[in-house]
């Protein structure tokens, strides 16, 4: 709990990290945000502290109040101050992998909150969203970058497969539709799941390639960098594995 609280505290005091944006443009970020909901979650499996409760509900309400923006049905990576639109490339990112990923922390939250409808609603809300923005409907699976006004994003890998949002993908929805039972979400998981199970492991060794071109062909054979590491794909197997158990034992 220390090392949460001074991780709040560094996050919290202005002056101690370096500026993330340039100093003349205030800005929020969507990933500190949302990456507290699950670390807070996580630590709470162990530690009963208040303080994690209050993280949580702080980064919803700004997911809520800042981020989500009705009228292009996106949540954003990067908001002013307020929440208002910074009308620039980089202003306009929608990531749909990481929306989805907070899609599945909100749907985590609302069960650990006796399945919390509202919180349920805003979940489904922008996993429904992210989905539109995110799937190829040509290539299939999740790309990169969106510009929330459909100008060309500026990323490079704005329309590559990274092995990242398709694992959260594959969660969020299976959770969706454990949460729901609405066979839309299995089809979701379906459509995710084939697709990323037909694209990113190696055939012959097993393990995932983590970047593939838009038409699904690997653009680097890499398995490993200090971007990708093992985490996403170990965690999404062992919650889907656990969430199919439960849906299997619901029946």
């Not at 994690?52 to 981020?67: N, V």
Request: glycine content about 6%; overall charge negative; aromatic content about 14%.
């Amino acid at each position: 709990m220390e090392i949460f609280k001074r991780t709040q505290y560094f996050l919290n005091t202005p002056g101690l990290l370096e500026p993330k944006y340039l100093p003349a443009l205030e800005a929020r970020g969507h990933s500190i945000t949302m990456i507290l909901i699950n670390t807070a979650a996580r630590i709470r499996e162990v530690i009963s502290d208040p303080v994690l409760d209050r993280q949580i509900d702080e980064s919803i309400a700004a997911l809520r109040k800042y981020f989500i923006h009705p009228e292009f049905k996106a949540l954003l990576e990067m908001v002013g101050p307020q929440g208002e639109l910074i009308d620039t490339c980089n202003g306009r990112v929608i990531n749909p992998g990481h929306c989805i990923e907070t899609a599945w922390f909100i749907m985590e939250e609302a069960r650990y909150r006796n399945d919390d409808n509202e919180l349920m609603q805003l979940a489904l809300q922008i996993l429904d969203w992210s989905w539109e923005w995110g799937w190829d409907k040509e290539f299939g699976g999740i790309i990169n970058f969106r510009d929330c006004r459909n100008f060309p994003p500026q990323d490079y890998s704005q329309d590559m497969k990274f092995w990242w949002p398709q694992t959260e993908a594959i969660i969020a929805t299976l959770y969706a539709y454990k949460m729901t039972c609405d066979e839309k979400y299995l089809e979701m998981h379906k459509q995710i799941s084939e697709w990323t199970y037909a694209h990113f492991p190696d055939k012959e060794y097993g393990e995932w390639y983590g970047y593939l071109h838009r038409d699904g062909s690997v653009a680097q054979p890499a398995k490993g960098n200090i971007f990708k590491g093992p985490f996403h794909i170990p965690r999404m197997m062992i919650r889907s594995h656990l969430l199919c158990e439960e849906i299997l034992k619901s029946r």
